[in-house]
Every structure is written in C-alpha cells, then in structure tokens.
C-alpha cells in the first residue's frame, strides 16, 4: 500500500472559490491518488488525471497515525503552534471525502476510514461524510458512526442500474445506495441523499421553454421517479448540484456511455469559472420540480450551485447553510464562516 503524497498536508483548507463560498471546505480524505469508483464527471479525477496522480485501480492510503498526532497535539497537549489548531478547536466540521470517495472497495482493505471514524469520536469531532457506497449501511459502520457527530451525505444520481454501472462504475448500485440511506434513516442519523451531479434529462433550455416530459433526444440517468424513491426511502434530506460541463467529462462520458453530452449545450449555456453551466432559468425548473417532489414527502431540500452560489438561496431550507447541516446534528455548531477562522 503506498502513502498518499499528492496532498501537501493531511488536513487541506481550501482557499479561491471554493473556501469563500463553502461552509464546509475543510478536508480530510483518508484516500488519495485516486479513486476506485472512477465517475465520467469526476471533478477530483480531472483535475489529478492530467497530473497523473490519479490511479483508479491503486489509490493511496494517507497514514492515519499522523492523523491521530495531529488530534492528540491539539486536544491533549493543548498545542496552539499546529496551524490546524483554531479550526479543530473550534470543532469546524470536516469533509470526509471531497477528493475521493472514503469508502471506495479498497477500505474494506485498509479500513483507514474506520480508524478515522474511531479518532472522531474518541474526540466527539464532528464530520460531514460523502459517499457512493452501501458500505455505510452496513453493521460495523453503523456502530463507529456517531449520531451526534456526523452528517452523511449518499450520492445517488440516478436509478439506471445500466447507465450507473457505466458512468459510475466502481460504485454501489443505486438500489445499494437507496438500502443504505433506509438504513441510516432508521438508525436516527442525519442523511442527506446528494443527487450530484444531477445530469440533466434535456438540452438546455427545453424546460424553460416549456417543454414536456417525452419526446426529442434525451439522456435516461436522472429521473424525477429518482427523487419519489429517494423520499420513499426517508432521506432526511435531498441535496441538488447540477452538473458543469468541461471537456473531461465530455470525452470520459464519450468513452464510458457513448455520448459526451455535448448537445445538451445550447446558447442559453454559460460559461463561468472553467466549465459550461446550464441558463439559471433551466435549473430553476430542476430546482423547483425536485422540490416539489420532496414536499410531498415532507423531506427538506436544497441547493449547491457552484456558478451563482446565493442566487438560488430561496431553495435552501436552512438560509445560513446550503448544506442543511448546521444545527441538524448535535456537534454541527460551526461552519468555517461562523468560526471566523
Ligand atoms: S466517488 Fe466521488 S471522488 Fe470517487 S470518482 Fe466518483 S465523484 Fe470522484
């Protein structure tokens, strides 16, 4: 097993963009080099794949005894000089797997993910959890995951067992996904369902303008019947990103599906920070829609935009957090922004 390098430290605070405009920007991936679940539109994977960091058949394993050095410096010897030291003692929550997935198949092998749950509650340090694995569900991890101290967020962007095994190709199913968010659900944990990124069904602007549900060229991956499913299966709640295009995901996508998406582009497109973005008027119709669905259900809702960050704000239902984590858990207290670090 090879350490993972590419990270400079082990914890990672983002600065540009993505640190002003996210609550939750403090990273701790206990994988790197890679992840096994390979997604077409992975973000992480285009921007290492052309550095050649990323390997999707032998990912790195960070060395989680540095890990518990860093918890014991500041919590135990009360240490101010590490340069972690404010965010961790003001309990700023950390994103378990913002670079790679923290529950790929290789953590049935190297459980560094379970060691590091251990080290989070052995200190009652809160953490946000995103994965594409059943694993979550299962026993074991039930019993190191802490209620009061986790946010987890499942991905499931569509119901095509087909189309998820192509284009998502080393994760669990979605069916796999959906048992594992029941199971959380009815273990009273706060489980967020992401539907990220949430690949359109139309071109862009086919909604807006009116169109219907059936008929012209379409792409069969997202589905409204996805969101009834995911509510059906009691997610706390649903979490949108829509997806950017950029020219990886077109060409993975080309390769993995047989269609790189690029006619859902239209002139109502725009870019912006790097990638083509759908017209705020197409989302809109998304947003709303999705919403809809999950206030039949009574399951909140919400919003991650990248590209225009506060303007879809109203679709939040927490207005201080896009992520509907704060307050949702007993450790959730903090976001990087109300520490003010
Ligand atoms: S699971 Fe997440 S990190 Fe892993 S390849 Fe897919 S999008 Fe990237």
């Known amino acids: 097993m090879q350490l993972a390098t590419e990270f400079k430290t082990l914890?990672?605070?983002p600065g540009g963009a993505e640190g002003q405009r996210c609550f939750y920007p403090v990273r701790l991936d206990p994988y790197g080099k890679g992840c096994q679940h390979n997604c077409?539109?992975?973000?992480?994977?285009?921007?290492?794949d052309f550095r050649k960091l990323w390997d999707s058949n032998e990912p790195a394993a960070v060395d989680i005894k540095k890990v518990r050095h860093i918890f014991t410096q500041v919590f135990?010897?009360?240490?101010?000089?590490?340069?972690?030291?404010s965010v961790l003692t003001n309990k700023v929550p950390l994103r378990l797997g913002g670079m790679t997935d923290p529950l790929m198949p290789f953590e049935e092998e190297c459980g560094n993910t379970y060691e590091l749950l251990k080290i989070l509650k052995e200190y009652e340090y809160p953490y946000l959890l995103l994965t594409k694995s059943s694993l979550i569900g299962t026993e074991k991890y039930l019993d190191v995951l802490d209620k009061n101290l986790a946010v987890l967020q499942v991905s499931v962007n569509s119901l095509n067992e087909d189309m998820s095994a192509k284009i998502e190709m080393g994760a669990s199913s979605p069916k796999e996904r959906l048992w594992a968010i029941q199971q959380l659900a009815e273990h009273d944990f706060y489980v967020t369902a992401r539907i990220s990124p949430l690949i359109p069904i139309y071109p862009d602007g086919h909604y807006a303008a009116g169109g219907k549900d059936s008929g012209g060229k379409r792409f069969d991956y997202f589905s409204w019947e996805l969101v009834h499913e995911i509510c059906k299966h009691k997610a706390s709640s649903v979490l949108v990103e829509f997806m950017r295009f950029v020219n990886f995901?077109?060409?993975?996508?080309g390769e993995d599906v047989g269609d790189d998406l690029r006619w859902m582009k239209t002139d109502s497109s725009y870019h912006k920070g790097g990638a083509?973005?759908?017209?705020?008027e197409e989302k809109r119709y998304y947003f709303e829609r999705v919403r809809a669905i999950c206030?039949?259900?009574s399951t909140e809702f919400s919003v991650c935009d990248d590209a225009e960050f506060e303007y879809f704000k109203e679709f939040w239902s927490n207005q201080s957090d896009c992520c509907n984590a704060n307050g949702k858990v007993k450790g959730f207290q903090n976001t990087i922004k109300s520490a003010e670090i």
Do not use: M, P
Request: glycine share 6%; proline share 0%.
């Open 249 to 253: 995901s077109h060409q993975w996508l």
């Open 295 to 297: 206030n039949e259900y």
């Open 76 to 85: 135990d010897k009360g240490s101010t000089r590490n340069k972690f030291s």
């Open 40 to 48: 077409s539109y992975c973000y992480a994977r285009g921007l290492l």
């Open 276 to 280: 083509v973005h759908y017209s705020k």
């Open 11 to 13: 914890i990672k605070i």
